[in-house]
């Protein structure tokens, strides 16, 4: 499947009206006068930073209250990578731009389009500085896309708390801030600059929206965030359709192209008991626990990997599968007939076992292979040979074997270049 997708007439017709409504509502709250905005640094008017805590507070509070409640999964949202080093330096020199020019990027544009001048100016020395921006680039691109890498980092990743806990902090601090910032404004309030005066109205609508929030606030961080099982109870006919379909049970085969090829990146998960691990287990196979699935030990699988569970049988892997698939950054599969079928394949050599849409004969997940020594990886058949070889070691691998035909099911997320052989 392609990484990158053409963008539908329905998208762009949502972006111009969503940017439309963005923009008017920056120019009813005055932010496409510089004045205004400026008067952020001198305290006498706090109207940038009420506006935009509003919003920050007003999505944060919706985004985790419909997360809590199962209306929204906070990992299909889109959050950029972290890069501490060019975010710090971005962040002072968009400061400074503000401070001195009285316009950020997005509220310069809302001041050009009523045709102010100084707005005007603005945007033009904006579009100069992305395009000297673009020109010295390759001189600092490595700081700049790597520097202090943290990819998806956010405040529950930080400090370990789960987000509810942090929601309401974040509420609270914000009523504080506001309390502040209105204190701020009386001490340094100016004779030809008057605050506009308090409405009846406008208090009854503060204490309703300073009310609704708490309440959403509680419930987020009574509640809280929900775990695994739960998104999992949440999604099992989802999950059941594409399990009953047999859409995401790879054959071995498959899993034996995937391993050799290098252009795709992988991650085998074995969630049998450590004791069959330790007796055998698929090349490059990590051992992990169910618990572990449950934890934050999940948010390290890169998002272009394609991950594929295996257990004796598919039992074990399939539960596994399901905390994996509930993740939308995560592309998951379960190896069909678990290691047991791969052993029947390459270490047997039965070319006749069944395909990845047929479940196998039994399904106890336990070990139907011995060995006499318990070697992990170090057998052969832990990574066969692709093609048929004429050697003594593979002696079991049948042409039928090694060209097995099946359908395959992995799609990836990420675009590829298509395996070659030589320099390519």
């Known amino acids: 499947m392609a990484a990158f997708q053409p963008i539908g007439l329905t998208s762009i017709i949502i972006t111009l009206i969503t940017g439309f409504f963005f923009g008017l509502v920056l120019e009813s709250a005055g932010f496409g006068i510089a004045r205004n905005l400026a008067a952020q640094f001198y305290f006498y008017d706090m109207r940038v930073l009420k506006v935009m805590f509003t919003a920050i507070i007003t999505a944060m509070l919706l985004i985790f209250f419909c997360t809590t409640?199962?209306?929204?999964?906070?990992?299909?949202?889109?959050?950029?990578?972290?890069h501490l080093g060019p975010n710090i330096i971005g962040g002072l020199a968009l400061g400074f731009g503000f401070i001195f020019g009285g316009y950020c990027p997005g509220t310069s544009l809302v001041?050009?389009?009523?045709?102010?001048?100084?707005?005007?100016?603005?945007?033009g020395g904006v579009a100069l500085g992305i395009v000297i921006f673009g020109a010295l680039s390759p001189w600092y691109y490595g700081f700049w896309m790597g520097g202090g890498f943290a990819a998806r980092l956010t405040l529950m990743d930080i400090t370990g708390l789960d987000a509810g806990v942090l929601v309401f902090a974040v509420f609270v601090m914000a009523i504080g801030a506001f309390g502040c910032a209105e204190i701020m404004e009386r001490i340094f309030q100016r004779d030809d600059q008057p605050l506009p005066k308090e409405t009846q109205r406008t208090r009854t609508f503060r204490w309703a929206a300073v009310t609704v929030g708490t309440i959403l606030a509680l419930?987020?961080?009574?509640?809280?965030?929900?775990?695994?099982?739960?998104?999992?109870?949440?999604?099992?006919?989802?999950?059941?359709?594409?399990?009953?379909?047999?859409e995401v049970y790879i054959d071995p085969a498959e899993l034996l192209g995937l391993m050799y090829n290098k252009q795709v990146q992988r991650v085998l998960l074995d969630v049998r008991d450590e004791a069959d691990y330790n007796m055998f287990h698929v090349r490059d196979a990590q051992h992990v626990t169910m618990p572990d699935l449950d934890g934050d030990w999940v948010k390290k699988i890169p998002v272009e990997a394609i991950v594929?569970?295996?257990?004796?049988?598919?039992?074990?892997?399939?539960?596994?599968?399901?905390?994996?698939?509930?993740?939308?950054?995560?592309?998951?599969?379960?190896?069909?007939?678990?290691?047991?079928?791969?052993?029947?394949?390459?270490?047997?050599?039965?070319?006749n076992v069944p395909d990845s849409n047929h479940a196998p004969a039994t399904d106890d997940d336990t070990p139907r292979h011995r060995f006499n020594e318990a070697l992990g990886a170090r057998f052969p058949c832990a990574r066969p040979n692709r093609y048929p070889v004429d050697t003594p070691t593979m002696s079991t691998m049948t042409a039928a074997v090694a060209g097995r035909k099946f359908k395959a099911k992995i799609k990836l997320k990420t675009a590829v270049r298509k395996e070659s052989g030589g320099c390519g």
């Open 219 to 246: 419930i987020t961080l009574v509640v809280g965030q929900p775990t695994p099982d739960k998104l999992v109870a949440w999604k099992q006919v989802e999950l059941g359709t594409r399990i009953e379909n047999r």
């Open 111 to 123: 001041s050009s389009s009523t045709f102010r001048i100084d707005g005007m100016f603005f945007v």
């Open 308 to 351: 594929v569970v295996m257990s004796n049988d598919e039992k074990r892997a399939t539960e596994a599968w399901k905390k994996l698939a509930v993740r939308e950054n995560v592309n998951a599969y379960i190896l069909a007939g678990g290691v047991n079928r791969w052993l029947d394949i390459y270490a047997d050599g039965d070319a």
């Open 69 to 82: 409640v199962g209306l929204l999964d906070f990992n299909q949202l889109g959050l950029p990578s972290t």
